[in-house]
């Protein structure tokens, strides 16, 4: 029998606010464990939460990137469970009135473009932090409170292929909208996947398993694919999948159980008492909408259209907006009619160096900054220096920190294209390499190769190699 998955996924986003969602306690990561507390956040009897209004903010403005409803009436719930990093014993969230309702994202996959549901996205506090010892566990709730946006997609996903795709393209809007840094490490980004199998055909959902807490794509998508095959397996030897929570194991490549599943009943909702219901304004909704940016598909279009580049060099310069913006400045400006030129650079040299000194492409630091990148490659262009030079003396100037300019005049790396310079270095290359010659006389071709490398080395790399072919291809023909 033949199984589609059904996978939907909830990603948990830290919002990038300087206090927590309901008090004014700093969100600053790294902090002295339990330095950042106070008695709402640490749920003290007769404390009162006031919702932080950027954090509602950037949820609403999520919620419109994510082409979601946005509910004007709605409220927060107390949702009740016992962790020991959950001081209050329960965790303020929203239940049935989430800020944002049903909206979609688009992901391309295999050139198909494939529409994602968006169930809700909802606004909530992060618990604090275990920290398990070989014989204790201590605390920190300086994560208590920061604020989280849940968002929930439907179960609309159908491979871990896919699954990977949505967070990746999820990431990538959230980050053009700066409502989060979206750092994995420092757990600002978080995924749950819920994952089950039908026959294929079948309308009816399977029972599903959820997969906790995974902070990186590469776990989900392991972590589904491993669960598929486990569930597929299961099902075929009859054996009754059940309902439950598993964790992640990326060292054994399994998962294993947590806990039985809870449903919503478990967690007893009830409206927020010390949090009132309240209504957003639609001219507040209508405000931030208009601070909504280009976001990244529609960059990555524009990219296409304006600047002629394929679908997978788009997708390169607009992985982050703000390598996009750099990457534009330098197209944009580029005088001469074949951006191509300075595309293929961003794409390869600067991400390059930023990958030797792993550091975000954008934070590259280019000495002279893109006028000098600029110059650097109208130099090519107009074949003053050669490609490889360029690639060597960006990368030397970049460690230097040093214009390229600079270094090409002060170690006069111009190339040599005057045929009078070239003739005497050709002379003596045919002189010291009579068997190659020979041998190019004699019909084979690739010894004039050779000869115009002889040629290279001779000028110490600075003699033009299409000129140089040229004329000893002259030299050599008619002699």
């Known amino acids: 029998m033949n199984y589609q998955p059904v996978i939907g996924l909830e990603v948990h986003v830290h919002l990038k606010t300087k206090s927590k969602a309901f008090c004014a ?20 009897p007769g404390s009162l939460p006031v919702l932080n209004e950027t954090a509602l903010d950037f949820a609403i403005k999520t919620g419109l990137a994510l082409n979601c409803k946005i509910n004007e ?25 989430p800020v944002a309702g049903k909206g979609f994202l688009k992901i391309t996959l295999d050139g198909k473009t494939r529409r994602i549901g968006i169930t809700r996205a909802h606004l909530e506090e992060d618990a604090g932090k275990l920290i398990h010892k070989s014989s ?15 968002i929930v997609s439907d179960p609309d996903m159908h491979s871990p292929q896919e699954a990977y795709e949505y967070l990746s393209t999820l990431k990538s809007i959230l980050e053009y909208l700066e409502v989060s840094d979206c750092d994995m490490e420092k757990g600002s980004l978080r995924c749950d996947a819920n994952v089950s199998i039908r026959p294929e055909g079948s309308k009816e959902l399977g029972v599903k398993t959820e997969i906790k807490n995974m902070n990186s794509f590469k776990g989900v998508k392991d972590a589904l694919e491993y669960q598929i095959k486990r569930q597929i397996k299961m099902s075929e030897a009859g054996e009754k999948i059940l309902q439950e929570t598993l964790l ?8 294993s159980s947590m806990r039985s599943k809870e449903e919503a009943k478990d967690y007893r909702y009830f409206p927020e008492p010390d949090l009132p219901p309240f209504i957003i304004a639609s001219n507040k909704i209508q405000k931030i909408k208009e601070t909504i940016p280009e976001l990244p598909q ?17 997708k390169i310069l607009c992985a982050s907006h703000k390598f996009a913006a ?25 991400l390059e160096e930023a990958g030797k000194l792993n550091t975000p492409p954008h934070l590259l630091e280019i000495p002279g900054g893109n006028e000098e990148l600029i110059k650097l490659v109208q130099f090519i262009e107009e074949e003053k220096i050669s490609n490889l030079t360029a690639k060597s003396v960006f990368s030397r100037s970049i460690a230097a920190k040093k214009p390229a300019s600079q270094i090409i005049q002060e170690e ?27 041998d190019y006389k004699a019909g084979k071709t690739n010894a004039l190769m050779f000869l115009v490398g002889q040629v290279m080395k001779k000028s110490k790399g600075k003699a033009n190699p299409k000129i140089a072919q040229e004329l000893l291809k002259r030299r050599l023909d008619n002699a």
Not at 25 to 34: R, V
Not at 136 to 141: G, H, K, Y
Not at 417 to 425: G, P, Q, R, Y
């Open 25 to 44: 306690c700093s969100t600053e990561f790294g902090k002295s464990p339990n330095s950042q507390t106070c008695p709402v956040c640490l749920g003290f």
């Open 412 to 438: 006069s790396l111009f190339q040599i294209s005057d045929a009078s310079e070239l003739e005497s270095k050709i002379d003596q290359v045919i002189k010291e390499n009579t068997a190659s010659v020979n």
């Open 298 to 314: 529609e960059k990555i279009k524009r990219f296409m259209k304006e600047y002629a580049t394929s679908e997978y060099e788009a």
């Open 73 to 97: 009436f709605t409220k927060f719930d107390r949702k009740n469970y016992f962790y020991p990093d959950l001081p209050k014993n329960y965790q303020i969230s929203q239940y049935d009135l």
């Open 136 to 150: 204790s566990s201590l605390v920190d709730f300086n994560r208590a409170g920061v604020p989280l946006l849940e």
């Open 248 to 255: 992640w194991d990326a060292k054994t490549m399994t998962t």
């Open 326 to 350: 750099a990457a534009e400045s330098a197209i944009a400006r580029y005088p001469i009619k074949n951006k191509k030129a300075m595309i293929n650079w961003y794409i390869g040299p600067v």
